[in-house]
């Protein structure tokens, strides 16, 4: 395997999924180049390279450096790809365009005739609104910051039929950041953000809330790999390559997190996950614990349970921005709704059912002084809405574990 001569460039690299990408595309070695602006041009004109793809903030800054630019890429006026020549010349193109038509066809969002808002005025912005326009939208609006169609005028553009977001609003570690409300938009029939980290940004999550057809830009990412993996190389790449890895690096990606009433088997589980996945296990009680420097009982003492559900969150905020954890929660982190999108975001919820009279009580302060089966049926409700799965957990734990895998599946 070649270990250099291809990568990605950029300002800020640390959580890039595109060395795996391309290990799966590819025998090539795949770095990451993180540069400061000032590096670029050097790097860029006489850099040990043969190939990169170029993320945000570079996609116009490379343009002056190419030789010679492909027609889309010179339309955009962004590239995302350079291809160094034997001739020493540098060609620059935009796979991303590529991607996000892929990404438009794979989840079967018509465009024609549609009024569409673009978030953002970057080099993704330019890419989209150029796809759009070539698959037939009606109206196109660029909605930034500081232009005459920015987010404090929103209501003017309150028929838009689809949303595209290109800014970095709402991308790891700024989780839960939205550029707008979508409620705003009656009309809206999808929602398209070309984030992938986290798997459901706070604008996807509200999608997903009022029934709206939404996709993140894994599969975007993954489609331009392709595509600049075969101007890499020169050898053709089968599109269903661009399914079959999105799908794998969605699994990898996915935390399990598991729900359910105290003394289900949730932290036995986790355990037996962790070996079986070879994934480390997140247990949020324990953390609380070591946040508040005292024991769970003594929270409860101390602060009550709505300190103790206070803290709770500000765990589930941190834990859930995290990717390919297994994370067993407290029993009662359903019972906070502002708890969903911080677990969801990012997670398969599962939820671990065991029959009541098999519960223990010891340690755990509500199911001590509560009757079970009223917290039960309190909860019950809590636990049906944030679940993706539901497993049952009378018997052993080893074949709720397997369950569960077979369910991931």
Known sequence: METAGYGLLGEHLGHSYSPRIHSMLASYGYELFEKAPEEVEDFVRNGDWKGLN????YKKTVIPYCTEL????????AVNTLVRREDGGIFGDNTDAYGF????GANGIEIKDKKCLVFGSGGASAMAVEVLKSLGAQDVTVISRRGENNYDNLYLHSDAELIV???????FPKNG???ADLRLFPK???VLDVVYNPDRTALLLQAEELGIKSCNGLYMLVAQAKRSSELFTGEDIPDKRIGEITEALRKEALNTVLIGMPGCGKSSIAKLLSKKLSRSVIEADALIEEKAGMSIPEIFADRGEEGFRKLETEVLAEQGKLSGKIISTGGGCVTRQENYPLLHQNGTIVWIKRNLSLLPKDGRPLSQKNDLGEMYEKRKPCYERFADIVINNDGEPEAAAQRILEALK
Do not use: D, F, H, W
């Open 101 to 104: 038509g892929k990404l438009i």
């Open 70 to 77: 492909s027609e889309k890429a010179a339309r955009i006026g």
């Open 188 to 190: 809206l029939k999808a």
């Open 54 to 57: 170029v993320t945000i903030p």
């Open 165 to 171: 977001n290109t800014t970095p609003v709402g991308m």
């Open 177 to 179: 950041e939205q550029a």
